[in-house]
């Protein structure tokens, strides 16, 4: 039986049919049957009946079909309080949330009166939309009738503040959270997530600890936050004690683990977490997130296994543009340029709205030029990169074809475009040109660059580039400059910090420093380093002078 037919032709405005509308509209099962019962509505003149119009639109807002609830609503002359909220709160579950700040404000102009519910979603809004200035107004709005004051308008506040970033938005976060009388886990959340996004992770985690109930968006915002802010080892570290108290973790979890895992080449765990939950997801009733196999991906790639970042991505059932850029980052930086530029290609062809090369992407592509010395190619993809695809290049770019240029010998090109940047280079552009300085022993152009950057940068900062020029004055046996670059260095306070790597051993993470006796296996390690080294020197290996005595 059809919708139309389920509908009694009873008298028109009676109020059995409303209620007969009203019962189909709860029981409606896709936006064909809906749109079906939206005839009888206007046939027999309940348009104006909001008791109705919340029910009919409230699928086409959780649908995000707010085209069709836009016409809808539209022509309700005195739309009711609930009526605005559905609305208000469709807008700011979308990619429109300003639209919802531009209803908010006609509705202060009808005859509806906004409540709690209203606060709450245009709140929510206005922190998705990065909207502060309207929400600060709000708040204040809020201030004048502290009626409206509740544990979800407040946690919205928080939830708003804590998403700025800034130390006065993190600042007016806490103010409003010490204010509240009840506070839920949400609230929780929100000021966790506004001291990780602020960079106070100490903070952050004392107010972990703290937390009288946690749930997993509590323990996976700490272990991203952990990890963003480069506190990867605690990162792992809270993931197993999540495990411990048997919490059970999302699949948004498992991305801030990986996330963690590439960071520090933890590989056995990453390669757990694959087996283990994404591998058997056919046994679950959930799909794997896109984002899951693109952490998959990235994780594998950092840990040297390229070949598994591919078979991932290969399996994947559906692909982003975070997808094709990840496995093409991963190929460029493992050395494998052509093969990164043949998948940038297939990309390039694919099609898609939701399939376009980025700003990341195409770093990622000349970051594969300048390695491979695919010069020609890269003046051609930088040069389509506007042109093309509309991606204004930025500094970025810029010192990844400083550093192409660099690499192949072509100085007067390099420093060309570092005279014709739209912007003023940094470091990066400057040390990339030092960097080819080095590789082809340019020593008077790679002097004149360092003392660019000894002016321009703080010493710390300036140190590993003022270790390079010695070198490159030791390489070429220029000893005077040597002593003089030194002397500098230690005049203007310049310190470099110790070099730092890691590598995973049966489940730990070991971190090494240069020159480091503290690790409990240094005896073992220098041993085999040096039975390392004669091998490789009865090999015909001669070290350089440069890096053997030189190295600060």
Same mark, same amino acid.
């Given at each position: 039986?059809s919708?139309?037919?389920?509908?009694?032709?009873?008298?028109?405005?009676?109020?059995?049919?409303?209620?007969?509308?009203?019962?189909?509209?709860q029981?409606?099962?896709?936006?064909?049957?809906?749109?079906?019962?939206?005839?009888?509505?206007?046939?027999n003149?309940?348009t104006?009946?909001?008791?109705i119009?919340?029910?009919?639109?409230?699928?086409?807002?959780?649908?995000?079909?707010?085209?069709?609830?836009?016409?809808?609503?539209? @022509?309700?002359?005195?739309?009711?309080?609930?009526?605005?909220?559905?609305?208000?709160?469709?807008?700011?579950?979308?990619?429109?949330?300003?639209k919802?700040?531009?209803?908010?404000?006609?509705?202060?102009?009808?005859?509806?009166?906004?409540?709690?519910?209203?606060?709450?979603?245009?709140?929510?809004?206005?922190?998705?939309?990065?909207?502060?200035?309207?929400?600060?107004?709000?708040?204040?709005?809020?201030?004048?009738n502290?009626?409206?004051?509740?544990?979800?308008?407040?946690?919205?506040?928080?939830?708003?503040?804590?998403t700025?970033?800034?130390?006065?938005?993190?600042?007016?976060?806490?103010?409003? /959270?010490?204010e509240?009388?009840?506070?839920?886990?949400?609230?929780?959340?929100?000021?966790?997530?506004?001291?990780?996004?602020?960079?106070?992770?100490d903070?952050?985690?004392?107010?972990?600890?703290?937390?009288?109930?946690?749930?997993?968006?509590?323990?996976?915002?700490?272990?991203?936050?952990?990890?963003q802010?480069?506190?990867?080892?605690?990162?792992?570290?809270? /993931?197993?004690?999540?495990?411990?108290?048997y919490?059970?973790?999302?699949?948004?979890?498992?991305?801030?683990?990986?996330?963690?895992?590439?960071?520090l !080449? +933890?590989?056995?765990?990453?390669?757990?977490?694959?087996?283990?939950?994404?591998?058997?997801?056919?046994?679950?009733?959930?799909?794997?997130?896109?984002?899951?196999?693109?952490?998959?991906?990235?994780?594998?790639?950092?840990?040297?296994?390229?070949?598994?970042?591919?078979?991932?991505?290969?399996?994947?059932?559906?692909?982003?543009?975070?997808?094709?850029?990840?496995?093409?980052?991963?190929?460029?930086?493992?050395?494998?340029? @052509?093969?990164?530029?043949?998948?940038?290609?297939?990309?390039e062809?694919?099609?898609?709205?939701?399939?376009?090369?980025?700003?990341?992407?195409?770093?990622?592509?000349?970051?594969?030029?300048? @390695?491979?010395?695919?010069?020609?190619?890269?003046?051609?993809?930088?040069?389509?990169m506007?042109?093309?695809?509309?991606?204004?290049?930025?500094?970025?770019?810029?010192?990844?074809?400083?550093?192409?240029?660099?690499?192949?010998?072509?100085?007067?090109?390099?420093?060309?475009?570092?005279?014709?940047?739209?912007?003023?280079?940094?470091?990066?552009?400057? !040390? +990339?040109l030092?960097?080819?300085?080095?590789?082809?022993?340019?020593?008077?152009l790679?002097?004149?660059?360092?003392?660019?950057?000894?002016?321009?940068?703080?010493?710390d900062?300036?140190?590993?580039?003022?270790?390079?020029?010695?070198?490159?004055?030791?390489t070429?046996?220029?000893?005077?400059?040597?002593?003089?670059?030194r002397?500098?260095?230690?005049?203007?306070?310049?310190?470099?910090?110790?070099?730092?790597?890691?590598?995973?051993?049966?489940?730990?993470?070991?971190?090494?420093?240069a020159?480091d006796?503290?690790?409990?296996?240094?005896?073992?390690?220098y041993?085999?380093?040096?039975?390392?080294?004669?091998?490789?020197?009865?090999?015909?290996?001669?070290?350089?002078?440069?890096?053997?005595?030189?190295?600060?």
């Open positions: 039986m919708v139309e037919e389920s509908v009694p032709a009873k008298k028109r405005g009676s109020r059995a049919l409303q209620q007969r509308l009203f019962s189909l509209l029981n409606c099962k896709s936006i064909k049957q809906l749109t079906q019962i939206h005839a009888p509505i206007i046939t003149g309940f104006q009946k909001n008791f119009l919340v029910r009919l639109l409230s699928p086409f807002l959780t649908s995000y079909n707010l085209k069709y609830a836009d016409q809808v609503f539209y @022509h309700v002359q005195n739309p009711s309080t609930t009526l605005w909220n559905q609305i208000i709160r469709g807008y700011a579950r979308s990619e429109n949330p300003q919802s700040v531009e209803l908010f404000n006609l509705m202060e102009k009808s005859t509806a009166t906004p409540d709690g519910y209203t606060y709450s979603y245009v709140l929510n809004a206005c922190a998705k939309g990065s909207l502060f200035r309207e929400g600060q107004q709000l708040h204040g709005k809020i201030l004048k502290r009626s409206l004051l509740n544990v979800f308008v407040q946690t919205n506040l928080v939830n708003l503040y804590a700025t970033g800034e130390d006065y938005g993190v600042d007016n976060a806490r103010k409003v /959270f010490d509240m009388n009840e506070k839920n886990v949400v609230t929780w959340n929100s000021l966790l997530f506004g001291y990780f996004r602020n960079g106070d992770v903070e952050a985690l004392r107010i972990f600890d703290e937390m009288p109930d946690k749930n997993v968006v509590s323990w996976t915002t700490v272990i991203a936050g952990s990890t802010n480069g506190r990867c080892q605690q990162a792992l570290a809270l /993931f197993r004690l999540m495990q411990s108290r919490v059970e973790f999302d699949q948004v979890t498992l991305v801030a683990v990986l996330s963690a895992c590439a960071e !080449g +933890a590989l056995d765990l990453g390669k757990w977490i694959h087996s283990s939950f994404v591998e058997s997801s056919q046994f679950r009733s959930e799909p794997v997130l896109v984002s899951l196999y693109n952490a998959l991906i990235h994780m594998y790639a950092s840990c040297g296994e390229i070949e598994e970042a591919y078979m991932v991505f290969q399996g994947m059932p559906r692909r982003n543009s975070v997808s094709w850029t990840t496995i093409v980052t991963g190929f460029a930086k493992q050395g494998y340029a @052509h093969e990164a530029l043949t998948i940038f290609q297939q990309m062809s694919w099609g898609g709205n939701d399939v376009r090369p980025d700003e990341i992407t195409f770093l990622a592509v000349l970051f594969a030029c300048s @390695h491979a010395g695919y010069v020609d190619e890269g003046h051609r993809y930088f040069k389509c506007k042109e093309t695809w509309g991606v204004e290049p930025r500094i970025e770019h810029y010192g990844c074809m400083v550093d192409m240029l660099s690499r192949a010998g072509l100085f007067d090109e390099a420093v060309a475009l570092v005279e014709a940047m739209p912007m003023k280079p940094n470091e990066a552009v400057w !040390g +990339a030092l960097s080819g300085c080095k590789i082809h022993k340019n020593v008077r790679a002097s004149s660059v360092a003392q660019k950057l000894a002016v321009e940068l703080e010493p900062r300036a140190a590993g580039y003022f270790v390079l020029l010695s070198n490159l004055y030791a070429d046996k220029r000893w005077r400059d040597v002593v003089v670059t002397q500098k260095m230690f005049g203007i306070g310049v310190k470099k910090p110790p070099g730092q790597s890691r590598i995973e051993a049966e489940g730990t993470i070991n971190s090494f420093l020159s006796l503290n690790h409990k296996h240094a005896c073992s390690i041993e085999m380093l040096g039975l390392l080294t004669g091998q490789a020197k009865l090999q015909g290996y001669q070290p350089s002078v440069s890096e053997e005595e030189l190295i600060v």
